[in-house]
């Protein structure tokens, strides 16, 4: 399972498992709060990670920056990222 091998590089992750996996049922407890965010933190990372990488090898690329304030006037910012990426058949 994909958190599995997380746990083999994050001993955040791995202590989790060891101290709350399900070890009679053949599977692993993640409902804890603090394993959700870290979770999510995680992936945003690498989402993130991979989306600059791909920016920074794109020959053109553009940046369109708009906000305007929701009802409770707190300002929303959209920020987008326009880019090509080269596909190469081999």
Do not use: W
């Not at 599995?4 to 053949?26: C, R, W």
């Not at 020959?59 to 920020?79: E, N």
């Not at 987008?80 to 596909?87: D, N, Q, T, V």
């Amino acid at each position: 399972m994909c958190l599995e091998l997380i746990a083999e590089f994050d001993p955040f992750l791995a202590n989790h498992i060891s101290k709350f996996g399900n070890k009679g049922k053949g599977s692993t407890s993640y409902l804890s709060f603090s394993v959700y965010e870290k979770f999510i933190e995680m992936m945003g990372e690498k989402v993130k990670n991979t989306i600059i990488n791909e920016i920074k090898n794109a020959k053109y690329f553009s940046i369109v920056v708009d906000s305007t304030p929701d009802i409770s006037h707190t300002d929303q910012l959209a920020c987008i990222f326009r880019y090509g990426k080269l596909m190469v058949n081999l």
